[in-house]
Every structure is written in structure tokens, then in C-alpha cells.
């Protein structure tokens, strides 16, 4: 399967075991130095397969341990060292070999790197598959805060094989599947309908439908100033409880909880007609994902001061409004602390 | 006088002290936060104007030492903890309120808080006035190697005051006029003769030309991957010559040289008509520009291998073929010795 981002002039390869796709993208390009960035465990897990794809090519591996730790300043100067040691060049490609971290990371790098060098994502992780390997955003963690400092950079092609997700334990996957519910509320019943009676996915399927739910928010807005913030369904409280847990929620369960919340508040407010939440709480209940966490109002609005999303001290929150539609919100402050309150309720 | 960029957006302003024109662009923005981030030596030149300037608004001001030295990765960092100790969010701007170092490391700051916020150029040399402050690139320096961590980003209006140069030495002046005989020789014959003869500058004529040929190169290839490369004429070997002379040279005096050498190469190449460096080496010398400059051209190949333009092996060196037209040529670095070799000869 294939999507065309003809925006931003690349392609998408969804496929299972067919390494030939990404051989062919590379051999393109055999005058070419590659680095490899990845993490141990997929290196650990997957260097011969990395290898066979990377066969008769130039190419470097840098790895670093997995995890939100090594989005680091301090991991983005040395690969920017590594590369220069190297000396690569412009004409030189990066490929995130691994999930959201590796593929943040990445494309900072090739995002600055002599101002900007290509490079290619190979998402090893459902969450990085159906979210941040296309879009273009990139980034590094700073002074606790993620995603503080990046850009918008987007790859020149990107390699999704499913396959990958068969060494990705339960609750990795549910960390990509609460995104892919948060699609489905966002844009796609039919697609909420079938995760929620659905025990075995099909991840071509879902990959592809996610893929183009996003595709066509960023498409017409790039830099995240309109449409493309309604992706940002379920992430304002999100960020938040994943940062009041200490990282024991991931992301996914993480803004799952939110988007829950955010159906409750809607509902409160009179924005939704029905209590859809319940619904929400019924399916995500289907694959053990989380539906609530307790936490102190006040905490989490000391966290979400520091929201990408807060222009002119309003921040942007989105609301379901029924499942398949959301509308965008622009609240102060105290707005924002009676909608938290709202979406706390009981279950 | 002012230019409006279609392509990115933004209008600059060329004027001789008239403050109102930034502050009505200022005041259009009067619930943002503003950080301006300049030099030790321009705050305290302008700290009187600058005030004057950001009256009534609510502004923080960053300054570092002046010098090239301060376009460091650990200067980038602190700006970002500044701006995120004050809260800064995605509609508050950025003024870069100096020469070419505070408008280069103030762009990339601005490119990539918060995967980037607004900013404004008020360039106060001469050379950042006709060259750094438009066209988007900016960039920080890495490893001793210039611009070596950057990215494309345009800034939301430019301030041009000519009326900062008074406070500049003939050796700035000259830095910025070097690169103006650079753009003459790639695109303007008529604006050469006027150099060439002319001892009392017209600032407002020389700048309001060096941006109109500026613009008309960058706005077809922003990424500087084709026509862009032209503007630099004389830069490869003028890298280089800035490096090897431990910037006891100056930017403009470098390039200017590198310039010359280009010329005296085409000619001896057979790809220019006449040897006209002689009639750039009477030009520079009215304007006391330095003409030549003793280097071994092993030390300098040695340092051009980092050159950003380098791609796949192939480096890109710029020939005029007379005053007014040059060439963009992919050559090998055994190709480019002997351009070098060539530039050198005799005066």
C-alpha cells in the first residue's frame, strides 16, 4: 500500500516484510553516506534486518539507550558531532530507524544539520507508524519540557513495515491504538466502530486509515496554525497527565484519558449532545486501556502553562462534539481549570 | 523605501531614522512579549533608541558579548532558557537587534522554540543590512566550523536604518561593501562602475540594489540547492581565507579576495573573456579593500572540505565570466586545487 504526499513530496510505503521498497528508495542513492540513528533495543533486536536492508551501502549506525531521556540537547550535539567527525554533507541521508523518540531526534538533526540534510523514517513502533514518522514535526526535550525546541522538517520517504510491531508487547501497541481512537473521534465513526468490536487488528488497515485522517489535517496547514490543531484532540490534558505520572503513563494511555475527559466536558458544557464518553470508556476498556487518573487541578495547570498551543495567554483546546467531529476552542486560563473540572467527573 | 517579499511574506523597510515605521509594526502586537536580543557594543550605542523604540511595550532584553564568538551552541541554549524562564509562548516575538552574528543566532532561536515563533530583523551593520538579515538562512557555529547548525526561516519584517551605520568604522563599512561589489559582479555592471568610482556611498541607492538582486536569486530556490548558490561568488575560497587569517580578516575582505582569485581563474580557465580581477583589484583598492592574501593550498583545501556546498564529493565553485554574469560549476577537489592554484597568480 501507498499514499502520496504530494504537499510535501514523498512517498509513504505501508507494507509487510518487503524490504526491496526501501532497497530500492536507497540504491537510488548509492553515491550517498547514510547514518542510521536507533536505539539499543531496536538495534538489539533487528540489526540483521537492518544490515540486509543497508547491504553494499555507505552507511553508520549511532545508537543511543531507548527512551524520553535521550531526546536530549545533549544526544543532539553529539549526533551533530558524530555527523561532522564523519564528515557528512549535504548530499548525505538520516534514517530514524525506531519510534518517536529516534524519529524526533532524527529529524531535528536533519532539520539543522548544515541547515538541512534528507532523511528517511522507518518507524518501528505502532505510535510512531500512524503519527510521527509523516507531519513533519521533529523535536528534542528541554529543561523537562517536551518538544521545547524543533522545527518542521519533513522526510523524503518513509518506511512503514508492520512486521516491526510483532516484537512490540501489549501495551506498546495500545500507546499507537488510543491515537488511532483519537482519529476515529476526531474524523472516522465507522473507524471507531470497528476498534471498539475489534480484537484482532488489522494493521494495514488501520495504519492506512489513521495515516490519511492526519494527512488531511496537515495538508492544509502546515505550521499548526488552524486546522491541524484539532490533531491535538486529547493531548492539552494529555501532556499533562503523562508528565504528572513521571512517564508511568505513556503517551497513548495518556491522551486517551484526555480525549475521555475532553467528551465528558464537552458533553457538560452543552457542545455534545450525548455523553459519549461512555462509549469511549466502554471501548478503550476492550483493549485494556486506561480511562482515568486521578490528579490535582491546580498541578495540572501549572504544567500546561508552558503548552506549545498558548498564543496571547489563550490556549487552544479541542472538543468532540460526536464522534467523527470536534471544534476547536480558544479559552483563558480559568476557562481551561472549569473544563479539567468538568472532564474529572465520575464514571 | 520599502521591498514587500511576496514569496515569504514579510516587508522591508530602508529608511534614515523614522522609528515610527517599527513601532506602528510593533504595535500591531501589543499583547505579545518581545525579546530583544542584541550585543554588548549595539545596546550600548542604542540602548537610548532602543527604549524609545519598545516604548510601551511589554519587552526583555538578551545581550552577549559582541563578536563571532557568541554564535555558539551554549549561547543558543541560554537564549532558550531564557525565553522559556519568562514564559515565552507562540505568539510572542523575537527582535534581532545587531549585526550578522545577533541576527543569525536569533533566527534559528526564533526557527526553533517552540518548533518556532515570530520574528523581526533591525540590522545595524552595513553587511547584515544588505545580506544576513533577508533570505532565511540563519545558523549558529559548531565544531569551529561557520553556520555549521542552522535552518531556513524568514523573519515577519525587516527594519532597515541606515542611520546605525554612523557608528561604524571604515573596516565595517567595508566588510559589507565587499559584498556589494559581489553583487555587482554577479548581476549588476552599472552598480560596479558606481562603486568602483564613487567615494561618498549613497547607502539608501547601494542597499535598496543589493536587496533587489539578493531577493531575485533567493525567492526561486529558497533551499539553496540551484540559482541561490550564485550569491556565492568569491564565499568558498573566501571561507577559507576568513578561517586560515584566524578572522583577523573580515567577512567582506575574505569573500572580496576570494572574489578576485575567481576572476583571475575564469579568466586563466578560458571561461572568461578578459582578466578583468584587475579592474576588481583598482575598485577594491579605492574603497581600501585588501586584494590578496598568501595562503598554502593544501591548508586551505583542508578546510573547504567542510564547505556546506559540498555534495556527494562534488564541490560547487562560482566563476564570473565577466562583470555582471557568472557560472555555477560542480568541480572535484582536484579540480578545485587547481582553480585555486590558478586564483592565486600574480597581481
Do not use: W
Request: aromatic share 12%; charged share 25%; glycine share 8%.
Amino acid at each position: 500500500m501507498k499514499i502520496q504526499v504530494k504537499e510535501n513530496n514523498y512517498t509513504i510505503d505501508i507494507v509487510y516484510k518487503c524490504e526491496e521498497k526501501i532497497k530500492n528508495f536507497l540504491n537510488k542513492n548509492r553515491d550517498s553516506k547514510y547514518l542510521v540513528i536507533t536505539d539499543e533495543n531496536v538495534y538489539n533486536l533487528y540489526s540483521e534486518r537492518l544490515k540486509n536492508i543497508m547491504y553494499g551501502l555507505n552507511f553508520y549506525i549511532f545508537k543511543f539507550p531507548a527512551g524520553e531521556k535521550s531526546k536530549s540537547m545533549e544526544n543532539y550535539i553529539n549526533i551533530n558531532k558524530f555527523l561532522l567527525e564523519n564528515n557528512f554533507n549535504r548530499g548525505d541521508i538520516i534514517i530514524a530507524f525506531g519510534g518517536g523518540v529516534v524519529g524526533d531526534i532524527s529529524g531535528f538533526v536533519a532539520a539543522t544539520y548544515l541547515r538541512g540534510i534528507d532523511f528517511i523514517a522507518m518507524p518501528t513502533t505502532l505510535l510512531s507508524m500512524i503519527d510521527s514518522s509523516v507531519g513533519g514535526k521533529n523535536g528534542i526535550n528541554f529543561m523537562n519540557l517536551k518538544n521545547q525546541i524543533g522545527s518542521f522538517y519533513f522526510p523524503k520517504y518513509v518506511y512503514i513495515d508492520y512486521s516491526f510491531l510483532e516484537t512490540l508487547d501489549d501495551r506498546n501497541i495500545n500507546n499507537g491504538l488510543a491515537e488511532i481512537f483519537k482519529y476515529s473521534v476526531l474524523k472516522d465513526k465507522n473507524l471507531f466502530y470497528y476498534l471498539k468490536s475489534c480484537n484482532k487488528l488489522d494493521y494495514k488497515k488501520i495504519i492506512y486509515e489513521s495515516l490519511n485522517i492526519k494527512l488531511d489535517f496537515v495538508k492544509e496547514d502546515e505550521r499548526d496554525k488552524g486546522k491541524r490543531q484539532k490533531l491535538n484532540l486529547g493531548h492539552t490534558i494529555g501532556h499533562g497527565i503523562e508528565s504528572l505520572s513521571n512517564y508511568k503513563l505513556n503517551h497513548g494511555e495518556s491522551i486517551g484519558i484526555g480525549t475521555i475527559y475532553m467528551a465528558r466536558a464537552a458533553y457538560k458544557m452543552g457542545i455534545a449532545k450525548s455523553d459519549f464518553s461512555k462509549e469511549l470508556i466502554l471501548a478503550f476498556k476492550n483493549h485494556n486501556l486506561p480511562t482515568s487518573y486521578d490528579f490535582d487541578t491546580d498541578e495540572i495547570l501549572e504544567i500546561l502553562k508552558h503548552d506549545k498551543k498558548i498564543n496571547k495567554n489563550l490556549i487552544n483546546v479541542i472538543l468532540p462534539i460526536k464522534i467523527g467531529e470536534v471544534i476547536n476552542k480558544k479559552v483563558t486560563f480559568d476557562e481551561l481549570r472549569e473544563i479539567v473540572e468538568l472532564g474529572k467527573g465520575n464514571e
